[in-house]
């Protein structure tokens, strides 16, 4: 018997009687009283910052001058203007300063922002450059991760994430440190809903 | 009038009886009569709890045949109670240990539960420092857990703010082990014993008169390092400061 | 295979010795002990941020319990959509199987730079040391396995891995291999250093492993969660990914998801949620995507009735923190992976004799079991391991004889009476029998109780006959 079968078996024959699974009742759970509220304390508590924009002109322009100061920057959110391509090559990323991606979703409870493979361009995109920027609109948060798993299809791409926060450690004697392999800040721009 | 058996557990009996003592006296004092079955000797934790269950087995027996038939039994031990909850068994007698089970009590869940005390006529004008012991908090839930998301009660606690005088302080870490642990105190003594330590430390950092709990063998263990060390601090049972004369 | 060494391990290399020897530097262990406990606290906070934290243990638990009374129908739902996924699966009886399953990858593809991100399996599996048996070598990448890594230590922690070092001894670590400044012990220094020597690996990488938290059996993909970053810097940048699971990763919907990542991350670290929780379906084009499934030992546990609730843990290490034994022992003292309570009651189904000890370096204070996002009853555990060891005849002798000596004694009331009146007799009269620091371990650093003159019975016969 082939290593497959064989444990197939060995569970076939060592699981208990089989336990009914009711689907529990998400709704019972209280949400944060004002979203937008407990998502900037959120994105604050685990190291982002939230930037409040008035309209996708004041992005355009807040990339444009990042842009022209001469650092690697790529724009991958439409609201900010043209969509920059991705190299394929991680090493042709080693030195993007600014990334910003459009997230899908916020997450009231906890800062975290959905972010879809296609958003990146490349996947490893958020992770190695310098700062990350993710680009929501105030309509976009959920309450809690619960619903935001009702909102989020997490096959409908190869790969998706919940970003909360900069990369960060605390292995060295629980000091936190923020910059651990992949960004060493993290801004959320939010734009008013649309 | 309500019978009650006390069942006074087998290093209470040898070494501390002033607790058996003043168990006795305060269920008498609050109305019960207790019985006392003189061929009571261990409930079995220490053989259980060290792998050895099987080997409980006669004083499980010895245990039923002392106690059957009373409708409550009282014990001022967490740890010893909630052993017989637990593990009490005699194929033999299936039913009447499942009684056992059933109605044995932790003195302080039985003056809460069963007595409803509500008033107390001790007086006992001290700093007490209240050691929550695992079995009996965690085992018989006769207070709420630190580790839980619940409403905060302790029935011990309600029973000591009873007393006249008594000023009662919690350490920060409100719930932690002492480290006694059965045989685990000699086997893993470093651990034991540094943990015991650990409890004490805060205790004297409040400035306590006494340390009080429910269960005499974490304190047995914390006054032998008490003791060791020379503090001034006393070690006393509940019973015995919810029996102090006024 | 090679188990790691682990520091003082020798003729006797029980728990109550290994703790004792790390008990020896006071300062350190009371350390250790607080920067755990300020762990446990920040997990305390976190949950008590959610009214309905109860309620998410309960349900996180249920559906744990349901996946694992349906296991086997889960995992081939699993491997179905993960393979429809493109996602090549692999499947190992046991950690042998395993190691050389990920060797066989390694091999036919030529490669030779491989970075691994923080997973339990393949340290009990003790990967790493199989690889560089056959010459190959592996980076670990999360900041603290690299840490004891180049240290040629293991874990002590499975979230934490370094937490039993102090700054000094990393930044000393760290001169010697990385060459930083000698004495400059500024966590954020020493964090930098890593980054730019960690940075090189990833950049460099044809392989990457990594573990698995949850494979979810009705999409066929798998979540990681990290802070650093570190299973995304690999998995992204090399040619292949592996990640390896034990069967009990799996959860049957996604929408179980939104449960599990909001307990995991608050019971570990007390944080919301992981800085990274990556959800991953499909290789990239022209990339390679494996899973090896590994039972080595698990099917087995699902079959104990008593121990198979075991295996719904998510590895949140919530139990190392709280418990006082594990903070005042360290985890090396566990001469295992996975160590702490958890690690007491997986481990003796892994090899009982050689972990005999395990479940009973605990006080059975059930902190554990309370703060288990999962509810596993791990005290309850640690006390039926205790009676099947027992069973086993794994114990020391002495203490059987021991036990069996005071059983006799305890079943009998009256040579229970008599043992009673001879051992207060002896206390009182000859206590130096009993005062022996080096025979009676009780009286090393503690008083023995004064023995009064009359039991209880003896008053009570005396004032009520």
Redesign the interface.
């Known amino acids: 018997m082939n290593n497959r079968d064989q444990i197939l078996k060995a569970v076939a024959n060592g699981k208990p009687a089989p336990k009914p699974l009711s689907l529990p009742d998400w709704s019972s759970i209280a949400p944060p009283p004002d979203l937008l509220v407990s998502f900037e304390q959120f994105v604050q508590a685990v190291g982002g910052e939230v930037l409040f924009l008035d309209n996708t002109e004041a992005l355009q322009q807040l990339i444009s001058t990042e842009k022209a100061s001469g650092g690697f920057i790529i724009n991958r959110a439409g609201e900010g203007g043209v969509v920059d391509e991705v190299p394929d090559s991680p090493r042709l990323l080693e030195s993007v300063k600014i990334a910003y991606i459009r997230g899908s979703i916020g997450v009231a409870e906890n800062g975290a922002i959905w972010v879809d493979e296609s958003a990146m361009g490349n996947r490893i995109l958020p992770f190695i450059c310098e700062q990350l920027v993710l680009v929501l609109r105030e309509n976009e948060l959920v309450a809690d991760m619960h619903e935001a798993y009702r909102r989020v299809q997490i096959n409908r791409e190869g790969f998706g994430v919940f970003i909360a926060g900069p990369s960060k450690t605390a292995d060295i004697e629980q000091s936190l440190v923020i910059g651990a392999h992949g960004p060493k800040g993290l801004t959320v721009v939010l734009l008013p809903a649309l | 009038m309500l019978t009650v058996g006390l069942f006074v557990p087998c290093y209470i009996d040898q070494f501390f009886p002033q607790v058996a003592i003043a168990s006795l006296q305060l269920l008498e004092k609050l109305g019960c009569r207790v019985v006392v079955p003189t061929n009571q000797t261990c409930c079995g934790q220490p053989m259980a709890n060290s792998g050895f269950a099987a080997l409980a087995a006669g004083c499980d027996k010895n245990f039923i045949r002392n106690f059957a038939g009373l409708d409550f039994i009282v014990s001022p031990s967490g740890s010893c109670v909630l052993h017989v909850k637990e593990h009490l068994s005699d194929q033999h007698a299936p039913t009447e240990a499942a009684r056992i089970r059933n109605q044995v009590y932790e003195l302080t869940e039985f003056l809460t539960d069963i007595l409803k005390v509500q008033a107390l006529t001790a007086s006992f004008p001290y700093k007490v420092g209240w050691h929550n012991s695992c079995h009996g908090q965690r085992g018989l839930h006769l207070s709420s857990m630190s580790e839980l998301v619940a409403p905060d009660f302790s029935k011990p606690a309600r029973l000591l703010q009873m007393v006249d005088g008594l000023e009662l302080i919690l350490p920060q870490r409100v719930d932690e082990c002492c480290g006694f642990g059965g045989t685990f105190s000699v086997y893993e003594e470093a651990v034991s014993v540094k943990m015991g330590r650990d409890r004490i430390r805060e205790h004297e950092a409040n400035e306590v008169d006494c340390i009080s709990g429910v269960d005499m063998s974490c304190l047995m263990h914390l006054q032998g390092i008490l003791n060791r060390q020379g503090s001034r601090v006393r070690i006393l049972h509940i019973a015995e400061i919810l029996n102090a004369r006024s | 295979m090679s188990a790691p060494i682990y520091p003082g391990k020798g003729a006797d290399s029980s728990?109550?010795r290994l703790?004792?020897i790390?008990?020896q530097d006071?300062n350190r262990?009371n350390w250790h002990?607080q920067?755990l406990?300020?762990?446990r606290q920040k997990r305390?906070n976190a949950?008590?941020q959610?009214?309905?934290?109860?309620?998410l243990r309960q349900?996180a638990s249920?559906?744990k319990?349901?996946t694992?009374?349906?296991?086997?129908a889960y995992?081939?739902e699993f491997?179905k959509n993960a393979l429809a996924?493109g996602i090549k699966v692999?499947?190992?009886?046991d950690a042998a199987?395993h190691n050389s399953i990920l060797h066989e990858i390694i091999r036919t593809n030529g490669i030779t730079r491989i970075v691994k991100s923080k997973s339990m399996l393949t340290e009990e599996c003790h990967l790493n040391e199989y690889l560089l048996q056959q010459g190959i070598e592996v980076v670990d990448?999360?900041?603290?396995e690299r840490?004891v890594q180049l240290r040629k230590e293991p874990p002590s922690h499975i979230v934490?891995?370094?937490?039993h070092?102090?700054?000094q001894e990393?930044s000393d670590t760290f001169h010697e291999y990385l060459g930083t400044e000698k004495g400059n012990n500024d966590?954020?220094y020493?964090?930098?250093a890593a980054?730019i020597h960690?940075?090189e690996k990833?950049?460099a990488a044809d392989l990457a492993i990594t573990g698995v938290n949850f494979a979810?059996a009705e999409?066929?993909?798998f979540v990681v969660c990290t802070?650093?970053?570190?299973a995304?810097?690999g998995?992204?940048?090399a040619r292949i990914h592996v990640a390896c699971m034990g069967?009990e990763k799996i959860i049957?919907k996604?929408?179980h998801?939104?449960?599990f990542?909001?307990l995991l991350a608050r019971s570990a670290?007390g944080?919301?949620?992981?800085?990274?929780?990556?959800?991953?379906?499909?290789?990239?084009a022209g990339r390679e995507l494996h899973i090896i499934?590994v039972?080595n030992g698990r099917?087995?546990?699902?079959?104990?009735?008593d121990f198979?609730n075991s295996l719904k843990c998510i590895r949140c290490a919530a139990c190392f923190n709280?418990c006082?034994?594990y903070r005042?022992?360290g985890g090396h003292s566990y001469h295992t992976a996975v160590a702490g309570p958890i690690g007491s009651i997986l481990n003796p189904n892994l090899d009982m004799k050689a972990h005999a000890d395990l479940?009973?370096?605990?006080?059975?204070?059930?902190?554990c079991?309370?703060?288990c996002p999962v509810k596993i009853n791990i005290h309850e555990q640690l006390?039926k391991w205790?009676?099947v060891?027992?069973?086993e005849g794994l114990?020391e002798p002495s203490?059987?004889i021991g036990?069996?000596f005071?059983?006799?004694v305890?079943?009998?009331?009256a040579i229970?009476r008599f043992a009673?009146s001879a051992?207060?007799f002896i206390m009182r009269w000859f206590p130096f029998l009993l005062k022996n620091k080096s025979l009676?371990?009780?009286y090393?650093?503690?008083?023995?109780?004064?023995?009064?003159k009359?039991?209880?019975?003896?008053?009570?016969?005396k004032q009520?006959s």
Request: glycine fraction near 4%.
């Open positions: 728990h109550a703790a004792a790390f008990n006071e262990t002990d920067t406990w300020w762990v305390d949950a008590r959610l009214p309905e934290w109860e309620q349900w249920d559906i319990d349901h694992l009374s349906n296991l086997d995992l081939v491997e996924n692999h499947w190992a009886t199987a990448t999360d900041l603290g840490i934490l891995p370094a937490i070092l102090k700054k990393v966590p954020q020493l964090t930098q980054r960690l940075r990833f950049m979810v999409t066929g993909g802070n650093e970053g570190n995304d810097m998995a992204h940048a069967i049957p996604a929408e998801l939104g449960l990542t909001r670290t944080q919301p949620v992981t800085t990274y929780t990556s959800h991953f379906h499909r290789p990239r499934i039972d099917s087995r546990q699902l079959g104990r009735e198979r709280t006082p034994v005042r022992s479940p009973f370096a605990s006080t059975l204070c059930g902190s079991t309370n703060v006390w205790r009676q060891i027992a069973a114990m203490k059987k036990m069996r005071m059983s006799r305890l079943a009998r009331p229970y009673g051992a207060r009676n371990p009780w090393k650093q503690r008083e023995l109780p004064q023995a009064p009359e039991s209880f019975r003896d008053w009570y016969k009520r």
